[in-house]
């Protein structure tokens, strides 16, 4: 039997599926790619990585270190146009903006998202590293819970992300799957690209929103959609899974907040986010 | 001898330093106050609650609930103008974007600051506290650190925005006044404004970015300009000083993160914000 060739970065299903072509200066096409939904929503990492990769063409500087996005309607599989603006450049740092619209069913054009983000190169950081930080506790790969093992998750419809990413998730944090949840907010995982692509900036960005939500672990069923996202990119990800933690701490007035801190193999502390996000009502 | 009125919200330095004056659909005049000014920068907090206040005024919906500013250039006291665009309105959130302009010494327009921000009605937030962060442990206010003990900040130049602020620090953060810093890179203290004004959602958006440093506190010296900060603003700040912790764990590739929580007088975590920093050189 032949060997699969591995996916690798700039050829996988996550490439392929945030690619965008510049059709006219600062505008791109994109289709947003129904394999990247949970339940009917698009996944909003996915969503930042695309905008991400337009900001990063249209940018004098290729990769994000400070990226946030307001989600303003549900974007739909299916054709989209980002349009960037370029606020800003200069030699180490630049500042651009990014809209992601799609077409209704009559025609009208919609602003799903925008973004506001400031790039720089990841390779220039060359500062000593002081992270207090410390990757999180949790069990090893295969101690942790794939999405194979136990019952189907507990919500109905397409699951399509779940096919593209290889995920393990810290038992700790899963009860509610049967009905205990510990009732902390805290999700922790492994997280890979099912076809084995390793990561790089763009993947972070699906990296902080492609685990079960904190809410879970707090006993709240209903989606969290998310209203405000933003990441800070610190560091070019080592080869290997990614150990991601994410907490919420202040769930209150029917918002919530989830913290999440994405480690690499080498144990750097690569991402870092918050989102805003709508408890379930 | 006449007492004097304790300033109130509405009536305040903070408040006519922080004004706007609408000049056109979504365009405002402002004048950057010399008052809150640090060494010669004017401070990150005091722009983007100018910045929040004229985007509260433009969008159907009162109170920042997120809110997100990329610092482009250095800002001076003096003229400015801000330009505000709806980018989408609903019935309990509306966004929009703002950006500061000033014009340098040869007339030319320059983008000071780029705000995306999500507003809504605190008022109407009544779903369930279940807040897990706890306050941080710091000593009372009497036993906290204020400006005028000790040895004078470590920086020339003005200071003037130290007047115009009602700052007592934990003790056990300011050792680098007396050059022991602890090196967990955490300022703590608690906030209010010189004149007595209370709080609101505005001043947190001040308050998270006006403690000092805690690259001091990592025995760092030399200023850390703030590339990106946001703010969640969680609930309207009950009257009396705030207490904040700040905290930095991944100082690194010369880029730093500060974390910031503010808790009012009855105890609940009325914000966090996130920002951005280049580490000292």
């Given amino acids: 039997m032949a ?12 490439d392929r599926d945030t690619a965008v072509t510049l059709r006219a200066p600062g505008v791109y096409d994109a289709e947003l790619s129904p394999g990247w939904t949970i339940i009917r929503a698009v996944n909003g990492g996915y969503l930042l990585a695309l905008l991400g990769r337009a900001l990063g063409d249209a940018l ?3 990769d994000p270190f400070t990226i946030t996005a307001h989600y303003l309607s549900a974007s739909r599989p299916g054709p989209a146009e980002i349009r960037t603006e370029t606020v800003r450049t200069g ?3 630049s500042t651009g903006q990014a809209s992601l619209l799609q077409r209704d069913e009559d025609g009208t054009e919609v602003e799903r998202i925008r973004v506001l983000a400031t790039y720089g190169d990841l390779d220039t950081l060359h500062g000593e590293v002081r992270t207090s930080a410390r990757p999180p506790a949790m069990p090893p790969y295969e101690q942790c819970a794939g999405t194979g093992d136990g019952p189907p998750p507990p919500f109905s419809g397409s699951s399509a992300i779940m096919d593209r990413l290889a995920i393990r998730l810290d038992p700790a944090t899963v009860g509610w799957v049967v009905g205990a949840p510990s009732g902390k907010g805290e999700t922790r995982g492994w997280f890979g690209l099912a076809d084995g692509r390793d ?4 993947s972070l960005l699906l990296a902080v929103d492609a685990l079960p939500p904190t809410s879970f672990d707090l006993g709240l069923s209903g989606w969290t959609p998310t209203v405000e996202l933003t990441v800070h990119v610190r560091c070019r990800p080592a080869p290997g ?4 933690a994410i907490a919420t701490r202040n769930l209150a007035g029917g918002f919530l907040e989830e913290d999440a801190e994405v480690w690499d193999s080498a144990d750097r ?3 870092q986010s918050r989102q805003l996000a709508k408890a379930p009502r």
Wanted: aromatic fraction near 4%.
């Fill in 199 to 202: 990561h790089d900036p763009l």
């Fill in 241 to 244: 899974p990614l150990r991601i």
């Fill in 269 to 271: 502390l690569v991402a």
């Fill in 60 to 62: 004098p500087h290729a």
């Fill in 91 to 93: 030699r180490t740092l």
């Fill in 3 to 14: 060997q699969a060739v591995q996916a690798s970065i700039g050829d996988s299903e996550f």
